[in-house]
């Protein structure tokens, strides 16, 4: 064996787990394999050991009928029954090829017809399995626990199949499997409780078995058969066999059998939510030939086990997850309970919080402060570990091996092996962490896993011990049940429950001060207000008879004190407005209103303002047309929108307002001939406190604000729309009155 540098066992090791699986090009010589095209019915490619099995001699070849290779009666039934339905309820097909029956595997792939095609072993079973079959899904169904379940499988398949050995082989958290069931011919060793490494089943391989429930070798020492020819004929590619039963494994894993004293395998799929979950691996010491009835049985077997475990974990979990709901309603109450911050009730209850994880420790962070109980790393560590938590992209973060994912937990292994732990989605630094301490093991590998990867003549050899070797295994702790996963995932749900009513309740309270203080503001600035008002009329009448230069100026200085009165009192009003729609406490009270009077009164307020402007100001309805409406309120949103548009249309401009019936409703528009409304402004005219600067310094900015609240409080809607350079249009509906 010579040495070799990492570098190139690294570069070994990633040829071998790149190595083309899916397009080995040649096929297990045990069955033979036929690619047709189903559009003309022609073998595209076949197997070299295919004209043989088929008794056909040498005259037989890829690009020939499909009804050359089997014969016109076959091919015609076979077209027949894949035309009739699913393939999977077609399997086997049986096919008489001259003088032999042959079992057919049919299925679709890659725009191709595989028809696979095995004869029977020598000694097959007399009678189908169905019976046993319905005995052992009964006693899979019967099962009160995992142990149990996997006890019954590896049993009743070993019985069934005649196998050496049967194993339930499990994937841990890193990728490696344990042994976790097995039955075995008395006199062969046992690897019960025994890990296998992750480079023993690469990733590659890993998808295949879990793309396919069941994969065979009923002998490791098979020459492969190769397709004839090399390359598909329509697009000169490898041939894709990632779902033939056939398909030719890996040399390397072929070698790796027989180190392990296998030369038949068969390997059946566990899943778990389309995850591989695990294997049930069957080796036999002899080559073993498994009929199809007896391998689809098997596979029944593992799709019932696949449900099983599912069902069976999950109703462990929810054990274990009742275990814990007293504790969480402790927690949770406390949370509800806490004066500050949420975490506050959990630093209140260390006990509790401990005990909810099974943990040695944990640590509570609320911004600048950091809480810790039992055994924890030291404050800047615990911070450290806070900041990596919260990169995190899961809402809950789990390890009982910190130290891979986090290396600077290697130095307080002792206390902090293993991490559950959770953040909230705050402003401010947060989080809860639990710790587990170091629990030292020695773990048995089937050989050692670091002499796994053997190189010779540089080529990547499997390795050849399986002997048992022990390993002790530093910086992990205790797992984490699923139960405890559940239960802080549960934690955190009540956490952001509470934060989120906290968060509520403070805006409730903020918008409940503000109203209270603007009506407060409001009351006590309408006195002063007025009395201001009423001075300053009579201040206007003692100097209106005066002619004198000083009467004049302060004429004109009473004037200018009674529009920023004027306006001071439109402001207070606009604010109470904005408060009541706001806090949804804006009320009103409709009663049936004339459309043509409300445009009246409107016409009379608005002329003068157009006529200083030469604006040609209409008003159109159609008769009789009644809406229900609070008068003064929708005189209130129609003097704003007239009013506005007065403001900026040009002179001599043109607003017409206009009022239609469209089904229940009444649609209100009023339309000007002013400069428009931008494009990027549009979206934001109801916004608060938006204002068009250029000819209106004097808005507050809640004018559209307010009507849109109105009119909406009338079960309406208020929109705009503007092309500038040609004007902008209000529309607005409101309900009709009903007919008496």
Known sequence: MTSTTEQNLNELLQNCADEPIRIPGAIQPHGALLTVDELSWTVQQASANASRMLSGG????????????????????????????????????????????????????????????????????TRGPEQSLSRILRRLQSAKSLAELYDISVNEIRALTGYDRVLIYRFQEQGHGQVIAESVTPGLGTYQGVFFPASDIPEQARELYRLNWLRIIPDAAYVPAPMVPALRPDNGQPLDMSYAVLRSVSPIHRQYMRNMGVLSSMSISLLKEERLWGLISCGNRQPLRVPHALRAACQTIGQVLSMQISALENLQAQRQRQAKDG???????????????????????????????????AAVIIDDQLQLFGQCPTAEQVRALQRWVQQQPAPVVGTSSLSESFPEARDYHAVASGLLAFSLPKPVANAVLWFRPEVKESVRWSGNPDASNAVVSDRLQPRESFEAWKRQVDGTSLPWTVGELYAVSDLRRSALESDLSRQVLREKDAVQARDELVAVVSHDLRSPLTAIVMQCGMMQRLVTADASPASKRLHLAINTLQRATARMTNLLEDLLDTSKIEA???????HPVEISQLFEDAWSLLTPLALNKSIDLTFSTEPTLKIMADPERMFQVLSNLVGNAIKFTPREGRISVIAVAEGDVALISVADSGAGIAPDQLPHVFERYWRIREGNPSGTGLGLYISQGIVRAHGGELTASSEPG????????????MQA
């Open 726 to 737: 040609e004007g902008s249009v209000f529309r607005f509906t409101v309900p009709l009155a």
């Open 58 to 125: 040498d005259d037989l070849r890829a690009g020939q009928p499909l009804s050359a290779w089997i014969g016109e009666g076959e091919a015609q039934a076979l077209r027949e029954a894949v035309a009739g339905g699913a393939l999977e309820d077609i399997h086997p097909l049986l096919l008489h090829c001259g003088s032999q029956v042959l079992d057919g595997l049919i299925h679709r792939h890659d725009g191709l017809l595989f028809v696979e095609l095995e004869p029977p072993p020598d000694q097959a079973p």
């Open 327 to 361: 504790l969480l309603k402790c927690l949770a109450s406390a949370m509800i309970d806490a004066e500050n911050d949420v975490y506050q009730g959990l630093v209140q209850h260390p006990h509790e919080l401990l005990t909810l994880a099974d943990a040695g420790g």
């Open 584 to 590: 949804g406490r804006y009320s009103i009270s409709p």
